[in-house]
């Protein structure tokens, strides 16, 4: 199983651009999740989904960040236009039907807005 | 505003001799606790959990113990290795709500030679 995948694995881009990250769950699982991670909020939740439908994302800080989920193996967070103060490490997990314990995390994406 | 607060930034312990991470909640709602690791550039990965209707749940050298009256948990990690060395992320979920897992910021442990 080649787990939870994401790219880009580092993004530098500048303010102002638009930024998208890119995520491939476990085959069969069917939620998928977009945390953010920062040194003040440590690892916060997004948005998520189960089977690609979005669930809650009352975790997504502003207008400018939107989550898109197509098919169960792919979703995107794109963020538009960027600012400096999103620079984070971006994570996504799937998990599967068998319970809360089980969330596995991609590696991430470092995302640096200049 | 923290639900779940790790208040010790960072740990250094011996090799061979127990840590103990610690963690407190706010949110009265929560009854599942889980515990994960992570390395450098890798994402956390689950540990260990427990529900509130226990005050301990042992796997090998981890022990996670409740104190739902205090709201708080700790992991023991008995004895500790060199392998431990990670950041360790307290985390909470409330009932028939388990989508949703508030973390808190993490302790780094560094285990000493």
């Known amino acids: 199983d080649a787990g939870v995948i994401q790219s880009p694995r580092h993004e530098v881009t500048e303010m102002g651009q638009e930024v998208t990250l890119r995520c491939k769950p476990i085959?069969?699982?069917?939620?998928l999740f977009w945390y953010r991670q920062t040194m003040m909020r440590g690892l916060e939740l997004l948005i998520y989904?189960?089977?690609?439908?979005?669930?809650?994302d009352s975790g997504m800080p502003e207008d400018r960040f939107s989550a898109k989920m197509p098919n169960a193996s792919f979703s995107t967070l794109k963020i538009q236009p960027s600012e400096p103060r999103d620079s984070a490490v971006y994570f996504c997990?799937?998990?599967?039907?068998?319970?809360?314990?089980?969330?596995?995390f991609g590696p991430g994406t470092r995302l640096t807005v200049l | 505003d923290q639900q779940v607060k790790q208040n010790s930034p960072s740990l250094s312990v011996q090799e061979g001799r127990i840590s103990i991470l610690n963690c407190d909640y706010t949110?009265?709602?929560?009854?599942?606790f889980l515990w994960y690791k992570k390395y450098p550039a890798e994402g956390p990965t689950f540990l260990i959990s427990?529900?509130?209707?226990?005050d301990k749940n042992e796997d090998g050298r981890f022990t996670v113990f409740l104190n739902k009256s205090a709201k708080h948990l700790s992991l023991h990690i008995v004895p500790s290795q060199p392998g431990d060395s990670a950041v360790y992320f307290c985390?909470?979920?409330?009932?028939?709500?388990?989508?949703?897992?508030?973390f808190g910021k993490g302790t780094r442990l560094h285990i000493l030679p």
């Open positions: 989904f189960n089977n690609n439908v979005p669930i809650d």
């Open positions: 427990i529900s509130s209707i226990k």
């Open positions: 997990a799937s998990r599967g039907l068998a319970g809360v314990g089980t969330q596995y």
């Open positions: 085959s069969g699982h069917n939620s």
């Open positions: 949110n009265s709602m929560f009854d599942y």
């Open positions: 985390a909470a979920s409330e009932l028939n709500r388990d989508d949703k897992i508030i």
